[in-house]
């Protein structure tokens, strides 16, 4: 006998009827339905081939936060693909000033969309890239939420390919508020000195999702 | 506005004109939402000193110092192959680097 899922009825305090969905198992007891689906959540990805072209970066990838949007980033993977084999140690950082660019160009990964096709297709988070140059001064550190070390190698061996994911699918997500409110993702010079391996590329996703609490 | 008909017809809400006015509720308070985030943004880069411009090439926004003069875009839309120490050949992403103007 497989799972079977019905309704069970249940009354609220006023004594109306709601549903509940319930599973019966094959030895006949009856458990809720867990849904790990978010119906009406506004969810977001960003993915990137991220070619690190400076030599030893501190910010890689800044996410500003929103105005009138709390989010909360529900996954960030890091991953690395080389010509050379190498490793660059990474952090996940809280920044609560911009710094200052100086010759540092910002990108927004223009690629980041809706997960659901359900209504308008733009978040209002901001993911960039940080290119041509290292931040003169980096933002100010407000926290070093997380730490990792990435593997750079053509060669698929699994121990050097394997991702870092500060957060992954987890309900403890890092929550960003406000437009001066920052997270970073910083290689070499700002995480411990690693230089990028030779022709180091990042595959960088980020899912988050976007409410009004 | 986003593509109504397009939301109306993936959520088969056609004949429920209960839903569709939800749809268009939604669809609003998102936009406004984006509007409003976006002059917050904009207002947050200049006190930071920042400025920022749209690639005339790939569409990408970038956002740099306002005494940057002469930015380049930083998306990925470029191609690059290289040869590696074993002869084969991969192709990795370049930066789009069109000149930008704030």
């Known amino acids: 006998m497989a799972v079977t899922t019905t309704d069970a009825t249940l009354k609220d305090g006023n004594n109306a009827t709601l549903l509940q969905a319930v599973h019966t198992n094959p030895a006949g007891d009856v458990v809720p339905a867990f849904s790990s689906d978010a119906p009406g959540v506004a969810c977001y990805s960003v993915s990137i081939l991220f070619t690190l072209g400076v030599a030893t970066p501190t910010e890689v990838v800044v996410m500003q936060g929103s105005a009138t949007k709390t989010i909360r980033l529900r996954k960030i993977s890091v991953q690395g693909w080389s010509t050379t084999a190498g490793v660059m140690k990474w952090k996940l950082s809280r920044r609560t000033a911009a710094g200052t660019l100086g010759s540092a160009v910002l990108t927004a990964i223009p690629t980041q969309g809706k997960n659901d096709s359900g209504t308008v297709a733009s978040p209002t988070m901001t993911v960039s890239t940080v290119g041509t140059a290292n931040y003169t001064t980096v933002g100010t550190l407000g926290s070093i939420n997380d730490s990792g070390v990435v593997g750079f190698n053509l060669a698929a061996q699994i121990n050097n390919t394997l991702p870092w994911t500060p957060t992954a699918n987890t309900p403890e997500a890092f929550v960003l508020r406000g437009t001066s409110d920052w997270l970073t993702l910083d290689g070499g010079a700002d995480a411990g000195g690693d230089a990028v391996p030779a022709g180091g590329v990042a595959l960088i996703t980020i899912h988050w999702v976007e409410d009004a609490s | ?102």
């Open chain 2, 1 to 102: 506005m986003a593509d109504l008909a397009h939301l109306i017809k993936i959520h088969k809400v056609e004949n429920d004109p209960a839903r569709q006015g939800m749809l268009v509720k939604l669809i609003a308070e998102d936009e406004k939402a984006q509007a409003d985030n976006r002059k917050a943004l904009l207002a947050q880069r200049a006190a930071d000193g920042h400025a920022s411009a749209i690639c005339p090439k790939c569409g990408a926004e970038s956002v740099f110092d306002a005494s940057n003069k002469a930015p380049k875009c930083g998306a990925m839309t470029g191609i690059t192959a290289v040869k590696v120490k074993d002869g084969s050949e991969h192709n990795i992403p370049s930066p789009c680097g069109t000149p930008l103007k704030a």
